[in-house]
Structure formats: structure tokens, C-alpha cells
């Protein structure tokens, strides 16, 4: 009995979905972008940052303030701090 219903709330899902995609392919949701339309952009094309400030070649600088190694020990099964 729960087994039926499972799939018969499957096949309604992939039922769904597929109506979907055959309505949006019919173009009866139309899409609401379209890549050729000419959409003034909100930030000039020459900016130069990314999520962070980038160098005028693209490369990000990075500075290492501290590093941290670990060894791992097969009799614990555990990786510990390495001591210098």
C-alpha cells in the first residue's frame, strides 16, 4: 500500500515536471531574459574586482600570516599537531 503511493507521488512529480517543460519550450511561459537583447549593464566593463580586489593582470595578492602542519599516525589513527 505505501509502495503504490510512493510511486504514484513519484510519477505525479515527474508528471508535473514534464508539463513544465513542455509549456516553457511551447513558449507559453515565455523566459524573462533574453541574451540578445542589448541591457545596458549596471557596473562599467572595466571594473577591476572580482568577490576581491584583483591586480590589473587578474592575479590576487595573498599574504600567509601563519601555516599549520600536521602529521598523521597510523598506531592512533589520527593526524596531531607537528612539533618544530
Same mark, same amino acid.
Given at each position: 500500500?505505501? =509502495?503504490?503511493?510512493?510511486? &504514484? $507521488?513519484?510519477? /505525479?512529480?515527474?508528471?508535473? *515536471? ?5 509549456? %516553457? ?15 545596458? =549593464?549596471?557596473?562599467?566593463? &572595466? $571594473?577591476?574586482? /572580482?568577490?576581491?580586489?584583483? *591586480? ?5 595578492? %595573498? ?22
Amino acid at each position: 500500500m505505501k =509502495t503504490a503511493r510512493l510511486k &504514484n $507521488t513519484f510519477l /505525479g512529480i515527474i508528471a508535473i *515536471n514534464l508539463t513544465l517543460i513542455t509549456l %516553457i519550450q511551447l513558449d507559453i511561459f515565455p523566459p524573462k531574459a533574453y541574451a540578445s537583447e542589448n541591457v545596458p =549593464t549596471v557596473t562599467p566593463l &572595466n $571594473t577591476n574586482y /572580482g568577490l576581491v580586489p584583483l *591586480n590589473e593582470n587578474g592575479n590576487v595578492n %595573498i599574504e600567509i600570516v601563519q601555516a599549520h602542519c600536521y602529521v598523521y599516525s597510523k598506531e592512533h589513527n589520527k593526524w596531531f599537531p607537528q612539533r618544530e
